[in-house]
């Protein structure tokens, strides 16, 4: 699955729900626990295969559409299965309102696949035209 913008992610930031300077997450994901549907998922419950706690967006920025953060770090990510993509949400506390943004696991993200060793791992963005991603 190549990366790409959830539907209910660009519906949400055109009708107003979702606002980039609020509060922005991303997870670690084991692609062969699940396999996206951008048009069908929703809601970060319809999720399978979240390797690592979700990490808070630091350092937001955004011109002419173009999202971008500070690198991503896991800190001390237990030992597991390889991670290949990474879940971009609007944070809830509840996982059945927390609305799926996207998911990248190509081109937006530097260092995937990774497979934690205990250690921290950190994500870097791309610093090509699209950043983390592009409305």
């Not at 295969?49 to 808070?56: L, P, T, W």
């Not at 237990?78 to 059945?96: E, F, K, R, V």
Request: charged content about 15%.
């Amino acid at each position: 699955m190549a990366a790409g913008l959830y539907d209910s992610g660009r519906e949400g930031f055109l009708v107003g729900e979702i606002d980039w300077d609020g509060p922005i997450r991303v997870s670690l994901i084991d692609e062969a626990l699940y396999t996206p549907s951008l048009a069908n998922h929703k809601f970060v419950n319809q999720v399978a295969g979240i390797i690592a706690n979700s990490v808070n967006f630091t350092g937001k920025t955004n011109a002419a559409g173009v999202a971008n953060a500070a690198s991503a770090v896991f800190s001390t990510v237990p030992l597991g299965n390889a991670c290949a993509g990474l879940l971009i949400y609007q944070w809830a506390a509840d996982s059945t309102t927390a609305r799926l943004i996207a998911y990248i696991n190509t081109g937006n993200a530097t260092g995937l696949p990774v497979t934690p060793n205990g250690g921290d791992i950190t994500v870097n963005w791309d610093t090509g035209a699209n950043k983390v991603f592009k409305l």
